[in-house]
């Protein structure tokens, strides 16, 4: 049997390591809805939201940057989950709408952090943590180049940059008021179904 010394050395670094699970918890939850109020929230206001010192957030967190990091990936990780509900089955023109107007519930709400993102993250970076928002998009891409829904003529990867692209640029523009944010869906919609559309072919109406 243990002597209570011994049972002290063996918890006391489980205690450890399960304080900093819930002060990374913390720190995490604060990042996310401070910076989905203000991109250029603080350090210091982060951990103060998160009830935390800020030596403890940046034993974490070595900078700003890491921390925009990781709140770009939990929110990222939270829109794929959202975006299992989205079906993205049968018409590829329907199921590219469909998807569309869900991804940009997530944009509008967490395009703060997105800005901050923006400002602290190489563009690669940024791409790398959408990857799986992207390949739902792939999804139904390859589905409409198969069935002549969408253009073969220009390669995937640039209909997917298109997507990306266009949908960073909306977060832009709803940021600054220069479009509403409830006609942004099918301002999105309209403008990818006229670039995804074959050349020559009608542009469905949505």
């Not at 699970?21 to 939201?49: F, G, K, T, W, Y």
């Not at 070595?62 to 975006?83: G, S």
């Not at 993250?121 to 069935?147: C, F, K, W, Y």
């Amino acid at each position: 049997m243990a002597t209570p010394s011994e049972g002290g050395r063996s918890s006391a670094p489980r205690a450890q390591r399960a304080d900093a699970r819930r002060n990374v918890e913390a720190i995490l939850d604060a990042a996310v809805a401070c910076l989905a109020r203000d991109p250029e929230v603080s350090v210091v206001e982060v951990a103060a939201a998160a009830g935390v010192g800020r030596v403890t957030l940046y034993g974490h967190f070595k900078t700003r940057a890491d921390l925009i990091d990781a709140a770009l990936v939990r929110t990222i990780q939270r829109a794929d989950r959202i975006l299992d509900a989205t079906d993205t089955t049968g018409d590829p023109v329907e199921a590219l709408t469909r998807l569309v107007a869900s991804s940009w519930q997530i944009v509008d709400q967490f395009r703060n952090i997105l800005l901050a993102a923006q400002r602290e993250l190489p563009a690669e970076r940024i791409r790398g943590i959408h990857d799986r928002i992207l390949g739902r998009v792939r999804s139904v891409v390859e589905r409409g180049q198969r069935t002549g829904a969408f253009r073969t003529d220009l390669p995937k990867h640039w209909l997917l940059t298109t997507v990306f692209s266009l949908m960073h640029a909306a977060a832009e523009d709803a940021a600054a008021g220069r479009v509403k944010v409830d006609q942004v869906p099918d301002l999105i919609a309209a403008t990818l179904l006229a670039a995804f559309t074959p050349p020559g072919a009608k542009v469905r109406a949505r």
